[in-house]
């Protein structure tokens, strides 16, 4: 399929780039849901076509077609660098792309068993006595489990002589049980909220054994309608891992994107709080907090071989001992800031222009336990799952809802807390982190629906973290 | 390349009496001159194709996508549907397919929309940059047509083609930042300089802003703002599947709201944006949510419907079977006030141009967190006074509506951007007499 992109990125040279790029992308998913011991959702998709990016001067321009004959492919290119000269109406300063190594190479995702290999019936199966297992429980009213995965086959072509094929094949899933009071509904989630999704085949989602923790599930989602409210004030908080990894997500992860950071992204996902001028002395955190964007960890969400831009799949410091030390970048972004490029420029699917996306951006596992952690605390709130998120547009001030919490009074946990909250402000929160689990509780936990971008791309995401301990958190915040 | 409709006419026939089947095509061209720092830096262009096919083999259902139009690509779709379909067990609550239904062939594109030019683009983006050359502005405009057939095997057919543009931006300087937004059918109604100057004007209006305590205020939301909140009660509360299942606030016939309130789903009309029928081919019609405070009816498609004992609004959309059924031609009627009136009757309040980030807590009570941005001015004594940093709030989205909050409704009805898009709500400004902050930059 080289062979299409390379038409493409002719027919954009001869219409006056002077670079241009093209993925051609062939691809399938499926997604099942099963609602209440039903089929619910059965979609299978196949898609195939190209997006063509085209440098006029300083200026770009992208165009992406399902119409992948001759034609289609030559009017795609052409068409990319007409865009790129119209951008030129109203041009930025000239830049360079920043050098990467131009390559001919191959990738895939280890993979056991393809998803798509997997028989439907198996799969279904396994989600009806899921739900089955979910409705066991009489105030769950609502149970729904869910299997999906994407396989992808992309062919990059550059006109710097970039020949790159890539095989990458993501899978997971997961299961939620709402129970619904007078007033209320109450949820819980299974392995977190939307499910967990890693790099790799179906073996994942036999890894996670839903089953076994159907019941338990249900249980706690029962328990919740009858459960205290969360106490508000002022206290310790203690977040489990895949809740600690959204908040890595969306108080790290976006506001080290180097595209924000450069106001790229200023009237729609916002900029950041962070200063390039600061990059090496601005403290992110405490000393526990070591951040990195590690494309290259097996199984996790953000891993690939190479970027959409032919970059090499990097492991990049981002945070070390609290002080703030790295970025996200593409070609462009890393050029016009005059740091390497770190190969995070992606686009979703075809029919989007590549742009600085999170790979995996986890943090490191320190030396503790959740067990320690619980017996150190003399007053606070062990929260789980996230249920609800929200931050601002430099990703300072935030409010994230959880799931299920549990009170934590002299060292024990007590009662289970209904709603529970907290709120803060980035890099406050950050340096109150005191402690942080270690490698036997760290995931790599992956967000499948990260949106950016207009018109808005979703990407996925890895996020390792373990649990870890915040102090004097704001908790307990309600409408 | 065949017409939507030709194409869903084809798989429907290649699926033959193997299956009942319905096919829904969509053909068109979006493309988007973004801007920040002032200059244009991502400009982007699609020709799309999406095809999607339900088929159910004696109660046995399955969906599938592509977007490859030859006769070989479709035949193979329609392979795989039908044999992810066998697999299958029977499906209790499948609805059927739409009988065949009176839908006009409707056309709501504009010419001016489908032949917009990368070149024409630009000229807006620069006719916003130019508002004020001082500043630093970002944003987008757009163009968008399309082309939708369906077709399904009782012989049922539809066709329909519309069109959208818009400029949506903001300008910034050091310490704030001010947005302007416009929407419509028809690019050459879209005003880059005149919308530059709303967000410029508000940008400049915005520094030297201060720290407000958070607390209980009463607000003026701008039309931004207010289709913010129309949207999360039609997604989580008059969503038909949510209310069969318990998670809605919704009660029909019961008044929910003050009494000024009145909410359609109205998708006729010159400035109507999208189809007039759903991914079901249920035509789509003027629904009335709201009546004068009082919640009157639920949308559906023909799953919800069928649980519910109803028949669908013709709300089914291609994510349905995740979300459930969703009005997206949302219409708060407006009064009769303009927005300096509605400021006057403010004693202390604060101004807000529009909502960000907003994350619903629990879709029962409709508490929802989420904050200010490009815009939040202090309103002292009838009159905007001070600049305000951001705030956050945590409120019950129904409960602002509810009866006696509602202190005043402006004539300013426009499309207005929301949390999920441009084109999807129209709404004016609203005062409201109570609104919950619950912190601000500092915490």
Redesign the interface.
Known sequence: MFENAVAAVEAALGAGAVYADARYIEGKSESI?VFNG????????????IGVRALVGS??????????SSTGLLA?GR?AS??????A?????PFELADVPVVEADYETPHDESLFEV???EK?DLLVAVTGALRDVEEV??ATATVAGWDTHKWFVSSQGHRIHQHLVETGGGFSA?A?GD???QIRSYPQSFGQYETGGFETVRRWDFLSNAPRIADEAASLLTASQCPVGEMTVILEASQLALQIHESVGHAIELDRI???????A?TSHLKLEELGKHRYGSSLMNISADATLPGALGTFGYDDEGTPAQNVPIVNEGIWVGVLSGRDSAARAGLPPGGMARGDGY???P?VRMTNVGLAPGESSLDEMIAETERGVLMSTN???????KR??F?F?CEIGWEIEDGKLTRRVK?P?Y???TP?FWGQLDMLAGEAEWVHWGTPNCGK????QVAHTGHSASPGRFARV?VG??? | ?KGARESAERIVEMVGDRAEAEAYVRIGR????????????????????NIRLRVSSNGS?????????SDDAMA??VE??LA?AA???I???WPGITSPADIPQSDFSSVSTIEA???Q???E??AF?GADTAL?A???C?TDWFDIGFANSTGHGATSRGSRATI???H?TDES?G?GHATSVDFSRIDGAAIGSIAADRARRGTNAFDLKPGEYQVVLAPEAVATIALFLGFYGFNGRAYN???SFAAPGETQFDDSVSLADDPSGESALGASFDLEGTPKTHQLLVDRGVTTMLVHDRRSARRAGTVSTGHGWTES??YGPIPGHLVVSPGSASVDELISGVDRGVYVASF??????????Q?????T?NGTFMIENGAITDAVT?L?F???FSKSWEPGNVLGLGEDLRYADCEF?AGLVRAPSMHLGSW?F??????
């Open positions: 849901e039903s089929v619910r959702q059965l979609d299978r998709t196949e898609s195939a076509g200026s770009w321009g992208f165009f992406g077609t399902h119409d992948t795609a068409r007409e865009i790129a000269k119209a951008s109406a109203v041009p930025g300063q028989p439907l019936s279904v009213r609502l709402t619904i007033d209320e509904t450069l106001g790229w992204e200023a009237a729609f916002g029919p989007r222009m742009m249920r609800s998120w929200s931050i601002d547009d300072l001030n409010q809802g709603n909250t709120t803060g402000i406050q971008g207009q018109p808005i704001r915040v309600t409408g | 390349m979006g493309e988007l001159t973004r801007f920040a720092n002032s200059f244009i830096h991502q400009n982007v262009g699609e020709d799309y194709l259902v399955a969906a599938v996508t592509g977007d490859q139009g193979a779709l795989t549907g992810v697999t299958q067990p499906d209790p609550d030019t990368p070149d683009r630009a000229a983006v620069a940059v630093v970002a944003g987008y757009d949506d931006g903001i910034q930042a947005s299942e318990g998670q079977s995740k960000n980030y907003c994350r619903i807590l629990d879709p029962k009570t508490v929802v967190t989420g904050l941005r951001n956050r945590t409120q019950s898009g919950n619950t912190g601000g930059a500092a915490g």
